[in-house]
């Protein structure tokens, strides 16, 4: 089968954590990212494809490389427009690469998942099921009565079971995020799932499904080129496209479709709450945390190797990063949305951005930056460049702190080792390579007028920025 | 009158804002650091007197400088030893410099005074009280039956009044600390005031009850040559001095003193519970917060310009720093002690310093450790200049990011501008002075193989480390 991950999430709901340059499926919050996770764990179902964003596609692609995944079978859209356009998008590219009749399944980026024996046992199980002719959902057993989640019900109706008794049965009806009192009923009746956004279908079934009740959605994306997989391609296609959920543009309505309950240790991570409730879950403790009075209970994700105290208060959710600081009382956590809404019209660039970026050729992190300087810690990985370019305004110093760079200043090639450094005038061409296996750092002092990362002209770029 | 200013404070409530490197009084809360304030209202009173401790003797200088206080009227303890020994010290040394028989007044650093003209009112009124020969303190007309003070009952003989109604009356007892229901009973009496550390009387006066009620100390302290300032003057006399409160050993056995009790909107600044009663008293809201669902009851103190979202906690007091936070809740703030303690037994740094230091010359601060690098900003002030040195792992690069510094390396002289830099080889002699008027400033990176304080050889110094 071919599973499909989808990596368009620009989740501010972990903020300040995540951002739009940095989405929960970027987060290392479980030994190593969610998407690597992912990844490696649908690999053995067979070889992943990855429908990611324009906007994250650096950090995509070095993920799936990590991981893998050929580039060929990475599709980038112009930007996230819910999952009825990305799962739309994955059925039609599958279609043109011959793989319609073959199973695919699809699955979100930023879950977690425990127990991986289970996640793939339940899709084998569901890969049947879209043999024949089914769409089948993961459907995951309630240990709670969840008012967040979408609830799916089954009929009595079981279409197909595994040796270990797992079974698959039809499906009736979703009903997003009930009240305290219907999720109660819910989760008491044995008859209720979640629906955890992981599908299994055959595209040539989807393409009809699609066609029959998302016919605006399904033309756009059926005219584009079969070949295509980046955001130019796409930009024609998205321009106009709907933002539905694929649950309410194709899975509402659909009178044939089949869930299979399971326990595979989900969890949407769609909160602190929700991050919290799973390190309290699995003993984990994060950071230099001093608890005093109750403080020990609450939950701290800590900012590097910072000391956190809490004192006489048990029931926190305290998230650290260099530029933004969250306190939020325990069930709380999802009017963290409103604290990003707040920040973005205030124009305060912590809404989206840390003070680091992931960038093609490595990263950049702000160590200070004052009106009269700016210093950065670079990163260039092996094998990668930095543009040729100049700046009006700044004259850099680069100070190696690790391997050996090769400089290009002007034309002229340099070589400076750990603790040397050059000075790049402004005006002066100038690029940064690694050569080496390692990777290379510097630090760099901008002095000047204007520090902006507009202030750039480039010459020549290894990833077409020119 | 002379005024001394105790400032040996070396407070760890107000962590992790203070800290042993930078106590209370030197912290800049309410415009201006707490000394800073202090020296300015006590100045109208008379040339004032400082008695500060070793440990933040350039911090101390810097800020009695500022305030222009001569150097001949700083005396620093080689360690705090409570305030009986710098009041004793304070005493001998104002009888030895001929002012026995004048009025002075002893008045902590690292309070606040809201109203300085009512503050300066009760000191000369205290002065005349002095005059004919009693101690008189100020005692703060509570307004709160306050269990964390020390309380003063006056008894109904009034000894004087000014023009304006304000009395001085006898006194009787000290009460350390009362519980709640004492204080309550206190707080409604009208005969209790608050006891703030701040005593006026003639040094001749108390050299005689220092003598009759806490020989020993007066012994040690008098044996003191009366020409001594500095830590190293006063060692052999410091070396098993006891280390009481004035309170404990003067004023709660002295049959005959004198309250002022008085309204200076006075606070002991004493706690971060305190910090936040005053704040919402002045309608002071400090840094960029959102506050969501009754986070916007909460304290904040930010650090430089991050910003804070506090959500559905009303109560909280939230203290950020660059390398530790504090979260408690309202009226937890008394256990900022333990956890200081906490932190100093697990050997964390955080405990007692904080990654920027005030040095005789300047300040530097660590913007980045790893092990293969240390990045630091330096400041040195005008017509300063750090000592002629030299380390044996490291090899620093400095880019002068403002002024003009003068930099010898081997005996050479170098003058770099402003985006211009020097590189200083592991084992090469050199020396950062400011010779102009504006403040120099350098990033400083460090690389090699050990980046501790300890690895450096000192030729010469303008402050005497070498």
Redesign the interface.
């Known amino acids: 089968m071919t599973p499909v991950v989808l990596s368009g999430g620009s989740g501010t709901r972990l ?2 954590l995540s951002r739009a340059s940095l989405p929960k499926q970027f987060l290392d919050l479980f030994e190593g990212s969610l998407l690597g996770r992912t990844l490696a764990r649908v690999a053995p179902l067979g070889a992943p494809w990855v429908v990611g964003v324009a906007g994250t596609e650096t950090l995509t692609r070095r993920a799936a490389a990590a991981a893998g995944v050929a580039p060929e079978r990475l599709v980038f859209e112009p930007e996230p427009r819910n999952t009825a356009a990305a799962v739309a998008l994955a059925c039609h590219l599958l279609r043109g690469a011959g793989r319609g009749g073959a199973v695919a399944g699809v699955f979100p980026a930023d879950h977690r998942i425990a127990d991986e024996e289970a996640f793939r046992r339940a899709v084998r199980l569901a890969a049947a099921g879209a043999r024949a002719g089914w769409v089948v959902t993961l459907g995951i057993r309630p240990d709670r009565p969840e008012t967040g989640y979408g609830w799916i019900e089954r009929t009595g109706e079981e279409l197909a079971r595994d040796g270990e008794g797992l079974a698959a049965f039809r499906a009736q009806g979703f009903r997003e995020k009930p009240d305290a009192a219907t999720a109660a009923a819910f989760a008491a009746s044995g008859r209720f799932v979640w629906n955890a956004g992981m599908f299994v279908f055959r595209p040539d079934d989807l393409a009809g499904h699609f066609a029959r009740l998302a016919p605006d959605l399904w033309r756009a994306i059926a005219a584009v080129d079969p070949a295509a997989a980046s955001p130019r391609d796409l930009a024609a296609a998205y321009r106009d496209l709907p933002g539905e959920s694929f649950d309410v543009a194709v899975m509402e309505k659909l009178d044939r479709h089949a869930t299979i309950p399971c326990d595979p240790g989900w969890s949407d991570v769609g909160s602190w709450d929700e991050v919290a409730r799973l390190d309290r879950a699995d003993g984990r403790r994060r950071g ?1 945390v ?1 608890g ?2 109750g ?1 020990e209970e ?1 939950f701290v994700l800590p900012h590097r ?9 048990p029931d ?1 959710l ?1 998230v ?1 990063t ?8 325990r ?3 999802q ?2 949305r ?2 990003v809404e ?2 973005a019209a205030q124009g ?1 660039p ?1 809404a989206a951005a840390h003070p680091f970026e992931e960038r093609p050729w490595g990263r950049f992190e702000v ?2 930056e ?1 009106g ?2 700016k ?1 950065k ?1 670079l990163r260039v990985d092996p094998g990668q460049r930095l543009s040729y370019q100049a700046h009006r305004h700044r ?1 850099e ?1 680069w ?4 391997g050996r760079p090769e400089i290009t200043l002007d034309g002229r090639l340099l070589h400076p080792a ?4 050059v ?1 790049v005038p402004a005006g002066a061409r100038h690029r940064i390579a690694n050569p080496g296996a390692e990777p290379v ?1 510097l ?1 760099e ?1 901008q ?2 007028s204007y520090f902006g990362e507009d202030d750039i002209e480039r010459f020549e770029d290894d990833y077409d920025r020119v």
Chains 1, 2 share one sequence.
């Open positions: 903020w300040p230099a001093v005093l009075d403080g609450s190797d910072k000391v956190y105290a809490v004192v006489g208060a926190l305290v650290d260099a530029d933004a600081l969250l306190v939020a009382r069930g709380s956590s009017a963290v409103t604290v707040r920040l305060r912590e160590l200070r004052e009269h300087f210093a810690l004259q110093h100070v190696v702190v690790r750990p603790g040397e450094a000075v750092e630090v002092v002095t000047g």
